[in-house]
């Protein structure tokens, strides 16, 4: 089995129903899913299975554009400090000013965690708005990886309103802004960042310090020129995820098998690159 590092695992449990609310159950009828809640214990069981090797734990707080209870990077610390398998993501709910920037401090120097974790929509924030720039200079000088979701989002879609969050948020044009701001700052787009992907790859290209997943599809799934430029000129930036539990990587891996990348891209995207960025 070749080494693998999914970059972004969501709990399965009861914390992510709580956080995700009514909105989530649209993103998993969006998927066609029927989600019960497994205990964590069984999805480091399953990722044994399956061969992983280590995988990122996404904590999430978006309280103030949702009321709904955080994934506590507490409870995310805790699972990488009880298994050897998980990395762990913070979150900060940006709208939190000060208050996020101190939690941003301890999830990083008392907590011992990787990263951060943003969800745009989710959250309800852009995050090119200048009123985050404190944020973003702080999180460059803790010198972890922070990864922004990209593109549509499954969360609320086909619901009235789309569940009141708004997918402007997430265009990669406005990481991009961030990017050039914050040279310093390793950034991860999440997923194909379908219908933004063009966004996506020319900031991928463009910014030395900006990286993308393709987490959330199945690699059949994948545009067509999403998969041209990771096989050939972003090779060396872009990252294998899966978004547990919408997808598996039983799954995702199975379909990356049947597309034609070359051994060296291949090895770079399934850990190479994640070894690098996460300093393994």
Known sequence: MPKVIDTHVHPANELLI???????????????????????????????????????????????????????????????????????????????????????????????????????????????????DDLWALLEDLGKPVLFHGGHTAIGAGSPGGSGLMLKHTRPVHIDEVAARYPNLQIIIAHPAWPYHQEQLSTVIHKSNVYMDLSGWQPEYIPDEVIQYAKSRISHKVLFGSDYPVVTPEDWLDGFEELDFDEEAREMILHENAEQLLDL
């Open 18 to 132: 709580e956080h995700g609310g009514e909105s989530l159950q649209y993103g998993f009828d969006y998927f066609g899913k029927d989600f019960s809640p497994e205990p964590i214990e069984e999805t480091v069981e399953k990722y044994r299975e399956w061969g992983i090797d280590r995988a990122v734990l996404f904590a999430l707080d978006s309280e103030t554009n949702t009321g709904n209870p955080a994934i506590p990077n507490d409870w995310v610390a805790e699972m990488r400090e009880k298994y050897e398998l998980f990395l762990g993501f913070a979150s900060v709910d940006p709208h939190k000013g000060q208050t996020a920037r101190e939690e941003a401090v301890r999830a990083i120097e008392d907590l011992g965690l990787d990263g951060f974790k943003f969800q745009q929509a989710v959250q309800g924030f852009t995050p090119s708005n200048r009123r985050f």
